[in-house]
């Protein structure tokens, strides 16, 4: 499929008709150039509202919702002037339109026309032949419409870059029905719808009578248990997965941010301590060294007479010699009862038992000339003006480390302080998280209820159809009916996990190319429910709820090319704001790897900013057509350019810049 041309009318930013004639048959990239404001969205919405009709995702405009008389008509209160165009209107048009001629091998004409009064508006959907003749209209065109491409399957393909993270949200159920009508498992679906039609009005057909008002009852209460069963299943999913899981990844970062904030403070206070314990026994070290240092060296230093005496006692009687001579010995125990000044005869016997040489019981290794002379010259190596500094710098540093730590403790006290929004907000999350699991714990009560109701209503339905079915032939069609329901149902579960597992494979391939290095998610998985989830390269489970939008961009960039190589047809792709929030690296992969490679009709909606980027530079060679839009009062005109005037019209505005 491809779009050969696009007819705007009166439609949106677009006043007369504005036609595009896409001739992209050697290169699949187009682009239509404009600022914002000047038609790009309304050039998308109406390809969106040529081949759905008012879709739900039109509905929505911002932050607010539309009803679809408002989205058609306008509305004041909301400040939307509705699809006709201001001019037109200004000018008394009445009929908008918009016609995309579509070439899938033979050509057609998909024509959406609205006619507009001031409080109404009629909608009517033609398809043309390639004459111009009619061969199908309204309910009946939408089908062959949706059987070519359905509504679902349209968001991978026209969307806006800005916008398309919201994809890998993947909290509603939409995205399951997209990948569903992607793998076509939707025919099952059908399969077991139109059987169960048929296996009803055989019943209401054979029954008696009499039962035929029962069973009907008992037939409808069935379905609206259904129905309540589903929508409480709904509720049950939805609260699960959007508001309890949105509620617990906002927790997540609050603890971990407060958890941060307490491990910064422990941590740097831990590390001053123990820094301040070290300096504190350093100091110790050095004041015990210092006091016996200067036990000995202090009177040598304040006396050198007697440094000197020492020094030559030393030299003359101890140096180089092996033993102390007993004279020596004899004068030194003369000079120490001098000093006493007293025959102390207990001095006497203790020196003569400690000093005797002819004592062979008692050690003297003490006093071993060989010692005494290497403890005199070490006294010498002890420089006490340095040990002093060591002391002073310990001192000092003892005081930086005080100052420190009690300035951390105060800043944690202070930071502490400013966190107390975050603690309470931590206080508010898992209040409401209790609250949200008390909702869900509810919602699974009431769905066990009214299934066990359903359960019994079933089989008291079972038994009112079964005894009236005696009838063999009937029966037999009933039994084929369910069977044929039990295959459809074990078909879809046995294709959509093979085909699920080829589509993932497919996914992955893309998200390799397009994920840049450092990115932390390594590979994507699509669960049985075709939730998403993310895993790193050590194949741990990533929280995608907080991821940055851009990742979530690339993310969901994968998927939609991951999702347009699997399916069989080609579709255009059209793309608003293509670089959408992604940074460099990613919108350079993005530029060199998706766009070239999405479909073989790439139409790309650029602003002028965005064309700077030197991406484009690379992408030239696969444009084949370049647009212009231009908006001047409402009103929406294209000229057609030449892409290499373009980009080297940026490049040259680029070069400027940096002169």
Known sequence: MRFKSIAIENLFSYHGKISFDFNNDKQPITLIIGENGFGKTSFINSIKLALHGISKDLLQIGAQSLTKSEFVLGSKHKNFSGMLNRNAKAAGHTTAKVVVEIDEGDLFTVERVFKFDEKSYTETLFLRDEEGSIFAQDSEAQDII?????????QFFFFDGEKVQTIADFSHEEFTKMLEDVLELDIYDQMIKDSESIIRKITKNELDSNLQEEVEAKFTKLTELSQEIEDKKEKLKYEQKTVLRELNTTLKQVESKLGKLKSKFTHAIANAKEKHTKLLEDKKVLTDFLKQATLVQLPLLLN???????????DENYRGKIQIDTDLLAQKKSALL???????????????????????????LFADPYRIEKQYDSLSKIELSKLLKSLSDNRLAIIAITKELHGLEEQQINELKDAESDRIKEKDLLKNIGHQEAICEALEIQINELTETHKTLKSEYDRLTIVEHQHELTQKKINTLNAVINVARQMKSKIKKDKRLSLEKTINEKFSKLRKDGYEADHIRLDEDFNINIYDKDNKAMDILSSSSGQKQIIATALIWGISEYIPEEIPMVIDTPLGRLDENNQTRILNEFYPNASNQVIILPTP???????????????????????AGSATTITEASIENIILSKQHKNQELVK
């Open 304 to 314: 050198k007479t007697l440094a000197q005496k020492v020094l030559h006692d030393i």
């Open 609 to 631: 900013s965005e064309l700077r980027h030197e991406g484009f530079q690379h992408l030239k060679e696969h444009i084949e057509q370049v647009y212009i839009l231009s908006n």
């Open 338 to 364: 001098a000093l006493l000044d007293s025959e102390d005869t207990k001095v006497s016997a203790a020196f003569d038992k400690v000093f005797s040489a002819t004592s062979e019981n008692q050690s003297v």
């Open 146 to 154: 949706n059987s070519k491409l359905s509504p679902t399957m349209a």
